[in-house]
């Protein structure tokens, strides 16, 4: 199924349109019939000449009904633009495209309509000039006449090669459903329609509502039922044992855990600059539109505090409006869904100067640089993908500060001997509250990433029996900021004293492990490797495995080596490999 909303001035004939492709009447209100204007979403479908079925979004018009517009064009991929040949250009027309590109569409067709009542042109010329310059770009145009139905099995078609060139959708990405409707049947309950834009649901599914989890009874997508709905779709959820007061329009029915109900965003803007932006404006995204308070920081970027917290991911596109001016201020990408206070003098210009280096991407190395430390379900909230290594359980840390908090815990555990040299160690709760950490597994981390430091009934204490500490600091200066597959070069670890014999005795220590005559690593460096690998597809090659590990031939085959030996990965004929519990 595909899904595409009108859009276009009032009075254009955007449901005369879909009355005529479909067959069905969009206008669900007695009022509409009688005024001959939509106010509300309507909805209808058809199949098209390939076969394919497209479901319509009809919004009204009118610049009263801005807000239903937009919860109804939201969640959509394209959307036909229509205009009508006796009138061209108008003030809606202009704000609905807008609309569409503030919330990145970028898929749409022309449709000029009441053909047979002027020459469409004059229209047409126009509204591809004022489309194009937008991130709509160059589009297709067809001209009807939903009186007569000149022209509509050339809209068919346009609308056949409008859907086949839409990209595929993210089928197992989470779900967000926009609610548009909601009401209740008699012997079902509560009922919830939306636009699925991502994702499948499923009879049976926990989802989200709310600070709630809800269950779902049962499916309909176009009137028939069904045990799954995949995106895109037009799709109503029965919801088990939900108050039809809990849920309208606005809400989202969202898969557990991944997205942040966020009430406090950082953005960049895409439309008129920051500094101008009224200090109240409307944000809409989905179905829903919420006040929001601006705090302009650079050029084009801002904080926005919402009226109420919506679901929101990393790279969101939202709109930002002035209901007061009928006029789209600009679209907005979300760049961070949990962004630091603002306090500290200075600190709103540093933040905009951080802002400037962010794309809207979410990305693991880089929200680690900002945050430092944060735990995976929080990661997974914002969007970002959990590409790497955790340092503990499912903690995550950057690289750089990791290290800094080995080198802090070595020195916490020798100030607390010097403190209290008859006591066996520092107990580890005192050094997850002196290093600033949530969880004492991530002391527990610290400690078996440090040879020299050992974990005995709770307490950390420093040294191993006949490891001189001189050998400790070596191995820990060679290895230090570096990554876990970058094995130093002879010279470098020449360069901190570290030659045969000294590697030797660092080997026979457990300090590290010899993985080639001329390549030793840290001793977690096998298990590490076997997770990383293992997030590969199966069965991977000595090139996939060297670029996911990030080191160099020399060291790669080796490990590889190793990770045969130990029952970690397993070589095949071809000499491809899999990781243990995997198959090819």
Do not use: C
């Amino acid at each position: 199924m595909h899904v595409l909303a009108t859009a276009g001035h009032v009075d254009h004939g955007k449901s005369t349109l879909v009355r005529a492709l479909t067959g069905m009447e969009p206008d669900r209100w007695a009022e509409e019939r009688r005024r001959g204007m939509t106010i509300d979403l309507g909805f209808a479908w058809t199949t098209l000449p390939s076969g394919a079925t497209v479901a319509f979004v009809d919004v009204p018009g009118h610049e009263r009904f801005v807000p239903n517009m937009l919860a109804g064009v939201g969640p959509v991929p394209a959307a036909l633009i229509v205009v009508a040949a006796d009138e061209g250009w108008m003030p809606q027309s202009a704000e609905h495209v807008a609309a569409l590109d503030a919330l990145g569409v970028r898929h749409g067709l022309l449709v000029v309509t009441r053909s047979d009542l002027a020459d469409p042109a004059a229209a047409t010329g126009r509204a591809r000039q004022e489309i194009a310059a937008t991130g709509l770009g160059v589009v297709d145009t067809v001209a009807v006449s939903g009186r007569t139905g000149a022209g509509l099995d050339q809209l068919r078609e346009a609308i056949d090669r409008l859907v086949a060139s839409l990209p595929a959708p993210a089928v197992d990405a989470p779900v967000r459903l926009w609610i548009d409707r909601a009401f209740t049947i008699k012997g079902a309950g509560t009922v919830v329609t939306g636009t699925l834009g991502a994702g499948r649901i499923r009879v049976g599914d926990e989802l989200q509502l709310g600070d709630d989890l809800v269950r779902v009874r049962g499916l309909q997508s176009l009137g028939d039922t069904a045990d799954r709905v995949t995106a895109v779709a037009r799709v109503a959820v029965n919801l088990r044992g939900v108050d039809r007061d809990r849920a309208g329009r606005g809400d989202a029915l969202l898969t557990p855990g991944r997205f942040r109900n966020a009430g406090l965003i950082d953005v960049r803007v895409h439309g008129d600059p920051a500094a101008g932006l009224p200090a109240r404006l409307t944000l809409h995204l989905g179905s829903a539109a919420v006040p929001v308070r601006v705090r302009p920081l650079g050029p084009d970027t801002a904080r926005l505090r919402l009226g109420r917290p919506l679901p929101l991911r990393v790279g969101d596109r939202a709109l930002l409006r002035d209901p007061g001016r009928h006029h789209v201020a600009g679209g907005v990408t979300v760049l961070d869904v949990q962004p630091p206070g603002l306090t500290r003098r200075g600190a709103a210009a540093a933040r905009a100067a951080e802002l400037a280096t962010l794309t809207g991407e979410p990305d693991l190395r880089g929200e680690l640089g900002r945050r430092l430390l944060v735990h995976g379900r929080d990661l997974t909230a914002m969007g970002v993908p959990l590409d790497g290594d955790p340092v503990a359980g499912e903690w995550y840390a950057d690289p750089a500060h990791w290290s800094a908090l080995g080198r802090r815990l070595a020195e916490e555990v020798e100030r607390h001997r010097a403190a209290h040299p008859l006591e066996p160690g520092a107990p580890i709760e005192a050094l997850r509250h002196r290093l600033g950490l949530p969880d004492r597994a991530l002391v527990e981390a610290l400690v078996r990433g440090q040879p020299a430091l050992t974990v005995r009934a709770g307490r950390v204490s420093a040294g191993l029996p006949g490891v001189p500490a001189e050998l400790v600091a070596a191995v820990d200066k060679a290895f230090a900021d570096r990554e876990p597959f970058a094995a130093p070069e002879t010279y470098d670890l020449a360069g901190h004293g570290l030659g045969p014999k000294q590697l030797a005795a660092a080997v026979r220590a457990g300090l590290l492990i010899q993985v080639a005559p001329n390549v030793v690593l840290r001793p977690s460096a096998p298990e590490q490797a076997a997770r990383r690998l293992a997030a590969l597809p199966q069965p991977f090659t000595l090139s996939q495995a060297r670029q996911a590990l990030g080191t160099t031939r020399r060291v790669a085959v080796p490990l590889l080596e190793l990770l045969d030996r130990r029952g970690l990965t397993r070589r095949l004929p071809d000499d491809r490999r899999t990781t243990a519990g995997t198959s090819a």
